[in-house]
Nanobody, 116 residues
Framework: QVQLVESGGGLVQPGGSLRLSCTASGGIFAINAMGWYRQAPGKERELVAVVSSGGIIRYADSVKGRFTISRDNAKNTVYLQMNSLKPEDTAVYYC??????????WGQGTQVTVSS
């Protein structure tokens, strides 16, 4: 079993920055793809960014140039650096991991609110 614990959410003004962290326990972190998703009220959960075990990264068009995903395999942690935040970035952000056997695990989510 893989467990994911997110942290780093909060309230920030438009144009501000936040860094989310997600630490995994169980499984073999280095061989799993890691991703961040978000869900705004009344909307479906959507992909924000994902990084494969080999370091291949993909971003949603809406966050390209503003968000950066990275992983530290020594710490079993994936990060999401979010800059130039906009009100439309407000959502619950979820960490997700996919194992090579295609098992999927989710964190509990962390709230990000962008508001003046």
């Amino acid at each position: 079993q893989v467990q994911l614990v997110e942290s780093g959410g909060g309230l920030v003004q438009p144009g501000g920055s936040l860094r989310l962290s997600c630490t995994a326990s169980g499984g073999i972190f280095a061989i799993n793809a890691m991703g961040w998703y978000r869900q705004a009220p009344g909307k479906e959960r959507e992909l924000v960014a994902v990084v494969s075990s080999g370091g291949i990264i993909r971003y949603a068009d809406s966050v390209k140039g503003r968000f950066t995903i990275s992983r530290d395999n020594a710490k079993n942690t994936v990060y999401l650096q979010m800059n130039s935040l906009k009100p439309e970035d407000t959502a619950v952000y979820y960490c997700q991991t996919t194992t090579p056997a295609w098992s999927v695990y989710w964190g509990q989510g962390t709230q990000v609110t962008v508001s003046s």
